[in-house]
């Protein structure tokens, strides 16, 4: 098929969706990526908006004559199959619904870029916005290194882990080293290329450089090597001529990446530190623990997962004793999603994509439309989108919103390059406007009424539970305790009003009261009963989280039905047998107990041999041993 001409003029509703989407990946890159549920506020409404855009121009103005590209519609099931899996199989719907949240986004940008920002003008601004993004947060990896080193955006802390490791506007290195992977070989190739005049080269030499910058300040082994393959590899695919020529380009490209990566290793102390951990730990250690569970998880059950949002709590039958981290996602994508949705899923997404991508690359556009079109940026932009692809294996950059979006933005400008639709105009008949209008409307409907109240509960519930667990880290006065218990459950009882669904929400207001024991012992009981209420409610949307029953399990042991108590707490070991978290719960259970501490004492030693530095467990170990030992 020949080459569509593309409009030669934006409609005005095509610089609206383009404005739209620059101004949200710039917001959501800054907030930490969109990690927390207060940005996602924003982050999902802005989609929403874009998305209604996009309808209207369709309905009311000059977009409703043009076809919907093909490739637009390959995604839909997989979106339909999600919601089903959260509907009707997921054990925990409030965290399916998350994820399914951040797929429909992810889809969502890349349909209205597809089908909404066709003209030279509009794709050349979204890409510079793009970049622009990826730049700054380049330059705030520089300020982080050599100025603050534990400073994160939004008057965070960067975590102790990542000291020395640039993570930029985000608050991971390797969510950073993401998006400037995207983006460094397009660069790279505009600052190469010989055409344009000297000061678009030099721009892009200068861009290309901060991006590179910033990616060695993240001293990311998965994103160094995932370029790494690419780069070397890239002449057996995009080079000219005969095949030992392709090898011989191959071999100077290995030579190249392997020069530039004993250059950092001997020149950047935190290169060489790392390479010596990899080379120490042969390979990785935490991940490959998350990877089996997942592993584990999806052979349970193969064809459809085990629900979407549920690896991190179906890991917990899974964790092995010394580990005792929480994993929250797998660290690899492409596990993640059989976990979660089986191979059901999996071709949906990943093996619909990959369709995609094969169509596209059969369907080359003979001849050129404008500057995007050209061979060696597209070529570049595919190098790019490579890297993320093979990063994905050992991160989770598509539940990062920021990174969501861009790798949306980028794989739909490849498709339009690559599979140029029919430009033929289809007849804008009333049915058709009308129909985009109440999707419109529909859409409109859905955000106000079910997204924004879902994030805003979660951002409510987040924030108090933060609160929770800085008081539980410190030692504040009793009128410090009291003064972050009352807001805490004052947030949490607006959460679960405005969002009733979320079970974590009823289990943490469980908490935030049985806590309140701490400083009003005297209401022990009528605390315990209101405790047992939440946690009830959070149990009956689901029964599979361990936490849950440590809630409901310590409200009963606050209203004297033990035995009651120690039946949730055994529930919660079930579920979690390798949890010292649990275990430590169970141990001051058995330590209510007037008669033998032997049981309770057991339950701590094993608590210890699970995590040797829980503090809390030490202190009950040593009151169980001299209380054993008095006469």
Same mark, same amino acid.
């Given at each position: 098929?020949?080459?569509?001409?593309? #409009?030669?003029?934006?409609?005005?509703?095509?610089?609206?969706?383009?404005?739209?989407?620059?101004?949200?990946?710039?917001?959501?890159?800054?907030?930490?990526?969109?990690?927390?549920?207060?940005?996602?506020?924003?982050?999902?409404?802005?989609?929403?908006?874009?998305?209604?855009?996009?309808?209207?121009?369709?309905?009311?103005?000059?977009?409703?004559?043009?076809?919907?590209?093909?490739?637009?519609?390959?995604?839909?099931?997989?979106?339909?199959?999600?919601?089903?899996?959260?509907?009707?199989?997921?054990?925990?719907?409030?965290?399916?619904?998350?994820?399914?949240?951040?797929?429909?986004?992810?889809?969502?940008?890349?349909?209205?870029?597809?089908?909404?920002?066709?003209?030279?003008?509009?794709?050349?601004?979204?890409?510079?916005?793009?970049?622009?993004?990826?730049?700054?947060?380049?330059?705030?990896?520089?300020?982080?290194?050599?100025?603050?080193?534990?400073?994160?955006?939004?008057?965070?802390?960067?975590?102790?882990?990542?000291? /020395?490791?640039?993570?930029?506007?985000?608050?991971?290195?390797?969510?950073?080293?993401?998006?400037?992977?995207?983006?460094?070989?397009?660069?790279?190739?505009?600052?190469?290329?010989?055409?344009?005049?000297?000061?678009?080269?030099?721009?892009?030499?200068?861009?290309?450089?901060?991006?590179?910058?910033?990616?060695?300040?993240?001293?990311?082994?998965?994103?160094?090597?995932?370029?790494?393959?690419?780069?070397?590899?890239?002449?057996?695919?995009?080079?000219?001529?005969?095949?030992?020529?392709?090898?011989?380009?191959?071999?100077?490209?290995?030579?190249?990446?392997?020069?530039?990566?004993?250059?950092?290793?001997?020149?950047?102390?935190?290169?060489?530190?790392?390479?010596?951990?990899?080379?120490?730990?042969?390979?990785?250690?935490?991940?490959?623990?998350?990877?089996?569970?997942?592993?584990?998880?999806?052979?349970?059950?193969?064809?459809?997962?085990?629900?979407?949002?549920?690896?991190?709590?179906?890991?917990?039958?899974?964790?092995?004793?010394?580990?005792?981290?929480?994993?929250?996602?797998?660290?690899?994508?492409?596990?993640?999603?059989?976990?979660?949705?089986?191979?059901?899923?999996?071709?949906?997404?990943?093996?619909?994509?990959?369709?995609?991508?094969?169509?596209?690359?059969?369907?080359?556009?003979?001849?050129?439309?404008?500057?995007?079109?050209?061979?060696?940026?597209?070529?570049?932009?595919?190098?790019?989108?490579?890297?993320?692809?093979?990063?994905?294996?050992?991160?989770?950059?598509?539940?990062?919103?920021?990174?969501?979006?861009?790798?949306?933005?980028?794989?739909?400008?490849?498709?339009?390059?690559?599979? #140029?639709?029919?430009?033929?105009?289809?007849?804008?008949?009333?049915?058709?406007?009308?129909?985009?209008?109440?999707?419109?409307?529909?859409?409109?409907?859905?955000?106000?009424?079910?997204?924004?109240?879902?994030?805003?509960?979660?951002?409510?519930?987040?924030?108090?539970?933060?609160?929770?667990?800085?008081?539980?880290? /410190?030692?504040?006065?009793?009128?410090?305790?009291?003064?972050?218990?009352?807001?805490?459950?004052?947030?949490?009882?607006?959460?679960?009003?405005?969002?009733?669904?979320?079970?974590?929400?009823?289990?943490?207001?469980?908490?935030?009261?049985?806590?309140?024991?701490?400083?009003?012992?005297?209401?022990?009981?009528?605390?315990?009963?209101?405790?047992?209420?939440?946690?009830?409610?959070?149990?009956?949307?689901?029964?599979?989280? #361990?936490?849950?029953?440590?809630?409901?399990?310590?409200?009963?042991?606050?209203?004297?039905?033990?035995?009651?108590?120690?039946?949730?707490?055994?529930?919660?070991?079930?579920?979690? #047998?390798?949890?010292?978290?649990?275990?430590?719960?169970?141990?001051?259970?058995?330590?209510?107990?007037?008669?033998?501490?032997?049981?309770?004492?057991?339950?701590?030693?094993?608590?210890?041999?699970?995590?040797?530095?829980?503090?809390?467990?030490?202190?009950?170990?040593?009151?169980?041993?001299? /209380?054993?030992?008095?006469?």
């Amino acid at each position: 098929m020949p080459a569509s001409p593309l #409009p030669s003029r934006a409609s005005v509703w095509e610089w609206a969706q383009t404005a739209l989407l620059v101004g949200n990946l710039g917001w959501t890159t800054l907030c930490l990526g969109g990690y927390r549920p207060e940005t996602l506020r924003i982050t999902s409404a802005l989609n929403g908006l874009l998305l209604v855009v996009h309808l209207l121009g369709r309905a009311l103005g000059g977009d409703g004559s043009r076809r919907s590209h093909p490739a637009g519609w390959w995604l839909l099931p997989f979106l339909a199959y999600a919601a089903g899996n959260v509907l009707w199989l997921t054990p925990v719907p409030w965290l399916g619904w998350w994820d399914w949240l951040g797929w429909a986004q992810l889809i969502l940008v890349f349909w209205v870029v597809l089908n909404g920002v066709r003209a030279t003008a509009t794709r050349t601004v979204l890409l510079g916005g793009l970049v622009a993004a990826a730049s700054v947060a380049a330059a705030l990896a520089c300020y982080q290194r050599f100025v603050r080193p534990d400073w994160l955006m939004l008057g965070r802390t960067q975590a102790d882990q990542f000291i /020395g490791r640039s993570s930029g506007s985000f608050g991971i290195p390797n969510s950073l080293a993401a998006l400037l992977l995207l983006l460094l070989p397009l660069l790279a190739v505009l600052a190469l290329r010989r055409d344009v005049g000297g000061g678009r080269r030099a721009l892009g030499g200068v861009l290309a450089a901060g991006l590179a910058l910033g990616l060695v300040l993240t001293v990311s082994r998965g994103a160094g090597l995932a370029l790494g393959l690419v780069l070397a590899a890239w002449p057996l695919v995009a080079a000219r001529g005969s095949r030992w020529r392709r090898a011989g380009l191959t071999a100077l490209a290995t030579l190249g990446v392997v020069a530039a990566c004993g250059a950092l290793y001997w020149s950047v102390p935190k290169v060489r530190e790392r390479g010596r951990q990899l080379v120490a730990d042969a390979g990785e250690v935490t991940r490959p623990i998350m990877w089996r569970g997942a592993w584990q998880i999806f052979r349970a059950h193969p064809a459809v997962g085990g629900g979407a949002g549920s690896y991190n709590v179906l890991f917990e039958a899974h964790r092995p004793g010394r580990y005792q981290d929480e994993p929250r996602w797998a660290h690899n994508d492409y596990l993640n999603t059989l976990s979660d949705y089986g191979a059901v899923g999996f071709a949906l997404f990943f093996g619909v994509g990959g369709l995609l991508a094969w169509r596209a690359g059969r369907g080359r556009a003979p001849r050129q439309r404008d500057w995007l079109d050209e061979p060696r940026v597209a070529g570049a932009l595919v190098a790019g989108g490579a890297a993320f692809a093979l990063q994905l294996f050992v991160d989770f950059h598509l539940k990062i919103p920021a990174l969501a979006m861009a790798v949306a933005t980028v794989a739909a400008l490849l498709v339009q390059r690559a599979w #140029p639709e029919d430009e033929a105009p289809a007849p804008a008949t009333r049915a058709g406007r009308a129909g985009a209008l109440l999707v419109a409307l529909a859409v409109t409907l859905a955000v106000i009424g079910w997204v924004e109240p879902y994030y805003r509960g979660e951002a409510l519930r987040y924030a108090a539970r933060q609160s929770l667990n800085r008081l539980a880290a /410190g030692q504040p006065s009793l009128a410090e305790q009291r003064a972050t218990l009352e807001r805490a459950r004052a947030d949490l009882g607006r959460a679960v009003q405005v969002a009733p669904a979320n079970a974590q929400a009823w289990s943490d207001l469980a908490y935030a009261t049985s806590l309140g024991a701490r400083v009003e012992p005297a209401r022990a009981g009528e605390l315990g009963r209101a405790a047992e209420a939440a946690a009830r409610r959070a149990l009956g949307l689901s029964a599979a989280v #361990p936490e849950f029953w440590l809630r409901c399990g310590v409200a009963l042991d606050m209203q004297g039905r033990r035995a009651e108590g120690g039946a949730a707490l055994v529930q919660a070991l079930v579920l979690a #047998p390798a949890s010292a978290n649990v275990w430590f719960y169970h141990s001051y259970h058995l330590s209510l107990n007037s008669g033998d501490p032997g049981l309770a004492l057991a339950a701590v030693e094993t608590c210890l041999r699970l995590d040797p530095d829980n503090a809390e467990a030490q202190l009950l170990r040593h009151r169980l041993v001299a /209380g054993r030992r008095a006469p």
